[in-house]
């Protein structure tokens, strides 16, 4: 019920966004998260973006990761 | 990647005492279901399904109530798919479309506009059920509605609040668990902060196997440090705060007020109610209906399933003639299903 996906916002006429994901484009209400802008990731929830994501985070959790990982390696 | 996690998780959880950890988010039971995770985890490691499926735990007067309105002269129903098949008291929503009633499937609410304008001379009524992920895309629509000036839609809400639902399990003595898994997506609208009355390790996790890995690590190394507090570990979209405007808007549109869940009773503040405001847009106060209260006699464990009390195996109708294209409790009818998501994965 809670699914969401991340999509990339490409243009934005009032509240309402054309996010772009695999090539495939919809619309997306941004009544919810009024300050996103074009070039943003962000999650989308039942038709309407919920969150910018944070992509230095997703880098941080990818380090994360991977020092993890080396870590339990050696 | 995952291996290392995972010999992380062992060399954690080694020596420790049998360790229970239940998720709250039927996204996180199907994600664990599909990579594995259960079968990996140390045997003193336990994961435990709790309520995560907001479909699974709408009582049957709901569905009752929902199919006498499905079956009005002009009234198209919009629903999400998933709550086609919840059994109500005596039938379900397939049934009843299977006879003639309109009901439309959505992908998003706000399509209910655009059905109200294409049928004039129909009312059309939204289901609106859900948690705090869904809840503000209602109440965002039920605000445009009111701006537009649309006077044929209107909301059933059967939406409910997951910090609730938690305060209910931890004073449950026969619920036993020694952390959390937090919902990802309602947290991104909540906010970690909305958790911190828990008092026992929580971790807010993402969707992927090696998230979700990620949060178990940092729930057996806040065991290990005997901290209890709400950690963090899906930072790219969750935030302290949550979705200030999200909160916002369904503050403005709803209201808590005491509500049912299936298989674990009323539970005070859980419910949202649309405000007087909005009462031209609220089915319930436009259109009120008596539905007879029917206890159905049944084996079904769905209520110890949703506590994490029993797993769906110790269900006497599990897989026999409990399924998902029979189901007889909730839990097995929504993919989300803490049954179903057991039906279709273990074995």
Known sequence: ?74 | MANALVKEIERLAKGKRPLRFMEVCGTHTVSIFRAGIRQILPPNVELVSGPGCPVCVTCDEYIDKAIFYAQLPDVIIATFGDMLKVPGSKTNLTEVSANGADIRVIYSPMDCIKIAAENPTKRVIFLAVGFETTAPTTAAVILAAKAQGVRNLFFFSAQKLVPPALKMLLSDSAVRVDGFLLPGHVAVVLGTNAFKFLNLPSVVAGFEAEEILLALINLLRQVDEGRAEVDNEYKSVVKAEGNVTAKKILAQVFETADDEWRGLGVIPQSGLKIRDEFADFDIERIMPVEVEKVTRKTACRCGEVLRGIVTPKQCPLFKKVCQPLNAIGSCMVSVEGICAAWYRFSG
């Open chain 1, 1 to 74: 019920m809670c699914l969401a996906f991340p999509a990339k916002i490409v243009a934005i006429k009032d509240t309402l966004a054309t996010v772009e994901k695999s090539g495939v484009k919809r619309d997306a209400s941004l009544m919810l998260l009024p300050d996103a802008k074009v070039g943003d990731y962000v999650l989308i929830h039942a038709g309407f973006a919920m969150q910018v994501v944070d992509e230095e985070e997703v880098k941080l959790r990818d380090e994360i990761l991977n020092k993890l990982e080396f870590s339990i390696q050696n």
